[in-house]
Each structure stands twice: as structure tokens, then as C-alpha cells.
């Protein structure tokens, strides 16, 4: 998204913000024409309850105010830049407060899924500058049911220059992840079975 706006990109570490007043200075310190990311905000518990209290029994020190991160995103403090783009990473949206969900805050909700075959390929034209190879069958044949993430599938392709080796390292990892993904599928029909 940057490259082709041209924008800036910003990481806002919220573990970082230490009250309403520092998010705010440092959400009006980020350069206008820019995407902001705010990574697992799912982690942070402010995120999760706008009916949280202070006084909690909890041990955690509440940094910021959820009614703070909302001004910032669509508030009156959001007014203050413009051409901002905020972008929001979870691998739990369940946790999040309704209020951070709705549109005019989150406007888009992409869910990215594991990687299909289709997606493979991409990777495999980026990375190796390859459309085919003897090892891609067996590879798409595997790839739906090993659940990887195109992440994971780059992070193996980097490993050689050599489409030989680095679709072999694919193709091993893709066979770890099988035998894993079925042995916890296995556990979860015992446990379903012994109830």
C-alpha cells in the first residue's frame, strides 16, 4: 500500500504510550500522506473492554484510555492530519472492544488466510522467478491441508537462490506442518471422543 501511495509508514508501539497524552502527541508527530500500523492490538487490554476500570483487580497498569485510541482514529484528534491511513493487525478481532470494530474506525476488515496454491505461485515468481517447476504439483497438492501462511512459505523460499533447494525446503516444511496439523486434529477427535 505504501509503494504504490507513496506514503510513509509508521509502527506505533502502543506498549510504548504511557498515557491519552502521549498517544496523542505521538499519532500528531506521524507525517501526513502516511499509513500508520498499529501491530496486535489485540495484546493490548485497553483494546478489549471500554467498561474497564482502573480499579480493576488486575495487575496491569492501564497506559491509555480506549475513549483516547478512539479519539485518535476517527475523533477530534484525528482531524488533525490528514491523508492518514491507520492499519490495525489481530490474530483475535473477538477481543477488541465493538466500538474499535465499527466502520468509520475500521472501515475495512481483511481476514488473510492461509496460502492457497494461487498464492504460491506468486510467491514462487517474486522470490524465484520461476511459473513452473517438477516439485509445484506435489506442493499444491500439499499446501491446503498443511495450513501455511505465505509468510512462512517466503520465509523458506529465501533460503536458496536455487529453485531445486528452496522448493525442496517448501516441500519438507509443508510435510512438517502436515504431520503436526494432523496429530493436534487427532488430539482434538480424542478429546471430543472421551467426553
Given at each position: 500500500?505504501?509503494?504504490?501511495?507513496?506514503?510513509?509508514?509508521?509502527?506505533?508501539?502502543?506498549?510504548?504510550?504511557?498515557?491519552?497524552?502521549?498517544?496523542?502527541?505521538?499519532?500528531l508527530d506521524i507525517d501526513r500522506k502516511s499509513i500508520t500500523v498499529i501491530e496486535d492490538i489485540d495484546c493490548n487490554s485497553t483494546a478489549h473492554n471500554r467498561s474497564r476500570s482502573e480499579s480493576d483487580d488486575s495487575d496491569d497498569v492501564q497506559q491509555f484510555s480506549l475513549s483516547g485510541l478512539l479519539n485518535c482514529i476517527d475523533g477530534l484528534w484525528s482531524s488533525c492530519g490528514e491523508e492518514r491511513i491507520i492499519v490495525f493487525t489481530?490474530?483475535?478481532?473477538?477481543?477488541?472492544?465493538?466500538?474499535l470494530l465499527r466502520p468509520g474506525r475500521m472501515d475495512m476488515h481483511i481476514h488473510m488466510s492461509y496460502c492457497t496454491s494461487e498464492g504460491f505461485r506468486v510467491l514462487v515468481h517474486n522470490y524465484l522467478g520461476i511459473k513452473e517447476h517438477k516439485l509445484l504439483e506435489e506442493i499444491d497438492g500439499l499446501i491446503q491441508s498443511a495450513e501455511a501462511t505465505p509468510g512462512s512459505l517466503a520465509e523458506e523460499l529465501l533460503k536458496s537462490d536455487d529453485p531445486d533447494v528452496a522448493l525442496g525446503e517448501v516441500l519438507n516444511f509443508l510435510k512438517q506442518q502436515k504431520i503436526k496439523k494432523?496429530?493436534?486434529?487427532?488430539?482434538?477427535e480424542e478429546k471430543v471422543s472421551s467426553v
Open positions: 500500500m505504501a509503494n504504490y501511495l507513496k506514503f510513509d509508514v509508521f509502527d506505533l508501539e502502543l506498549a510504548n504510550i504511557t498515557s491519552d497524552a502521549d498517544l496523542r502527541n505521538a499519532m489481530t490474530n483475535h478481532k473477538e477481543v477488541l472492544d465493538p466500538a494432523d496429530n493436534e486434529d487427532k488430539i482434538v
